[in-house]
């Protein structure tokens, strides 16, 4: 029999251990507090995409239950935990003015984590494109350039204060 056992030591001082997800995966909500559809909601929502109809839009309703999921980790002990901005819950039209009750949601969820010894680590990006720009071309519109930069220009200011790591994609 293998043992399969691992120790943290064992991996090297530097190594950062976390627990990560994806907005999509977790958050729910899909169409509260203002936020657009994102290419997930909309290919999750069509009928015969999926098998039985599953979809993401309660997931394990991590926009309601931040608090109890976060309190959970910190009894775990882990210092870090990774999780994805939903930038159609950011950005309604994908581009404009930042959704105030988003921005409210992820400085919540943000400021809980590093209440409770956890260190939040952002990905930008993890495949929920608002389905908005999907629309005008989505990746293969260069225009997505500008859509981006505006997009994670808005998440360094109203959360650059306090989160340290950031994931492009």
């Known amino acids: 029999m293998w043992d399969l056992s691992i120790e943290a030591r064992s991996l090297g001082a ?3 251990w976390g627990v990560s997800s994806a907005a999509y995966q977790t958050e729910g909500a899909w169409n509260k507090d203002g936020k657009g559809p994102s ?3 909309v290919f999750a929502n069509t009928p015969g995409k999926i098998l039985n ?3 993401g839009n309660v ?31 950011l950005k309604l039209q994908g581009t404009g003015p930042a959704n105030i ?13 590093l209440e409770m ?10 495949w929920d494109l608002p389905y908005c720009l999907e629309k005008r071309g989505g990746w293969t519109n260069r225009d997505i350039i ?3 930069t505006d997009y994670v220009a808005d998440c360094v200011l109203h959360f650059g204060d306090r989160v340290k790591y950031w994931m492009v994609l």
């Not at 976060?70 to 901005?85: E, K």
């Not at 009750?101 to 984590?113: K, L, M, S, W």
């Not at 010894?117 to 993890?126: A, D, N, Q, R, S």
Request: charged share 20%; aromatic share 22%.
């Open 146 to 148: 500008g859509w981006y």
């Open 53 to 55: 109809g599953e979809n």
């Open 117 to 126: 010894g956890i260190e939040p680590w952002v990905t930008l990006y993890h």
């Open 101 to 113: 009750a988003g921005v409210d949601f992820y400085n919540r969820v943000i400021d809980f984590c």
């Open 59 to 89: 997931a394990t309703d991590f926009y309601h239950r931040y608090t109890t999921d976060i309190i959970i980790l910190s009894h775990l002990q882990i210092p870090n935990f990774r999780f994805s901005i939903s930038w159609s819950r």
């Open 39 to 41: 290419i997930w909601d």
């Open 14 to 16: 530097d190594f950062i």
